[in-house]
């Protein structure tokens, strides 16, 4: 059922992403013709520039990982965005990445730290698997400290239980 | 028949005191032992003046010896006279209402900002002769009766503070155990609608006259008090990683003292002064680490591939007692600084976490899953048996008075965090902090005088 919801919800996601590229890209004017990436004008776009588009949709197709309770176990639902930012991230060596470990209120603060470091460290895991180096990689476990939603409800806790990839 | 139970044991306490030296001892652990709290009044003192005290000092202290759970304060309205010197007790009626001891005092103000508190702590089935307050009802002239008095000049801005200072007398005359009442807490308020949302307070033990020691926009945990209650090991992300810094709050001076890569948390200070336990994960995963303050250097203390964490001394600094889940799920273990020899100590329940040894080493409050929720408990240590103190079910931190009697814990209250009381016999509980944002991460300071 949960996982219903959350496939539906990355699915939207990922076509509303899709949208915006497109109308970005139709927007613009110069840079395409609103049927995706142009290769010439991608060509004249300076590396700078397409590694920040890419960045940008990277962010869009997700940058938040969630997790069962008590789990750090990274649900196969998320193994294509981390792909997608792992094969990035290989491919920018000079590029550097903050997972940011969160867990939900209940249990102890400080036993929390300790799980949302191991969050942070299973997304670090995959993405090294894709080639990224550890040196581009820093884990910071916020525990409980920073919830995502205030609530003290299982809906706020599953919204407090993540992983967040911040460039 | 309460009064005969009283009289029966007050008459038994007194057996045994002649038998022994100590006789006031003897006699009030009886009382304590038995499983009643003890039964106390605290007259209004009577105000001599004209700029009446901001603070009313009976409350105060009624309050404070009531939220041990070991005393039972009479209201205002059951008591049967107002008495402000031990020479105005009327023994029979208070006999008869049942109370075993009295605090009476006054307030004479001496000139502007300046006043003299007197108070007497009266033992109402008096030391000798409770048989013949029985037999005469007649008065018993002070001396006897009065177990202690005393005399002192303080300013208008020191009542609540005299008031906690009086509470210590009459908890130490009472039950042998120094009183935890002159104490202070640390505490995290957060408020996310301020810039610097999170912010570390300093405050009396129940919460009056806070002050402000620190403000961050990123989170602050985990503090702990030096064991000289001059300073404050805790952890700040303030530069967007964790950090353990040392704050003396007086002089308002900080130092980071860890910021390697990964967790630096979870700080506690050994009972000497001269070492921090804290965790790091610098090397792979969160274990503890022994940090000797003079030199800075490390000493590691776990070294499993499971998280460690906090780590909290023995009243006597030899043995470190921990959070681990080598085993799986959290449980609380021991480890003996001197030899390594590691046990399990919990065994009951798929959660236990967050230990802190009592004075005496023989109890270990701590937090304890239950199928209710997450609660704050106290372990026997010799027979493991848990006992839940709490009737909430998102506790957590627990944090004990210096000598045992409370704890102070953070839980959820609505939307908001709070910070509760319990006393640690589990017969008293209330709310301590509420209202602005969240509050968290409580530490209880040590004595500090």
Redesign the interface.
Known sequence: MKLITLVTALVLSLSMAACTTTKTNTGSGTEGTGSGIDANAASQMSAAEAQAEELRRLREQGKIVYFDFDSNVIRPEYNEILANHGQFLAQHPEQKIVINGHTDERGSPEYNIGLGERRAKAVATILMSHGVQPSQIETVSYGEERPADAGHSEESWAQNRRAELMY | MILRNLIGLVGFGLTLAFSTATFAESKFVIRGAADNAIPVAVAPFRFNGMQVPSENLARVIGDDLRRTGQFTPKADAEMPQAPSTAAEVDYGRWRQAAVDYLVVGQVNELGPDQYEVRFELVDVFGRQGGAGLLQGGQLMTGGTNVLEARVARIGGDAFRRYAHQISDVVYEKLTGVRGAFSTRLAYVQVE?NLRDAYQLFVADYDGSNPQRVRASRM?I??PSWSPDGQKLAYVT?EN???EVVIHSIYQNQRQVVANF???N??PEWSPDGRSLAL?L?KDG??DIYLMDLASRSLRRVTNTPA?E??PSFSPDGQTLYF?S?RGGR?QVYSTSLASGATQRVTFTGI?N??PSLSRDGKKMVL?H?DNTG?KIASQDLASGQISVLTETS?D??PTVAPNGSMVIHAT?LG?NRILNLVSANGRYRSKLLFGRG?L??PAWSPFLN
Do not use: Q
Request: proline residues 8%; positive net charge.
């Open positions: 996310m989170p945990m985990s992300f967007r990683r964790s890569k990964g967790i948390g979870a965790v994960s995963n969160p998280i964490t906090e959070t889940d959290p959660y976490a967050s937090l899953r997450f998102l957590e931190s959820s939307r969240d968290r991460s």
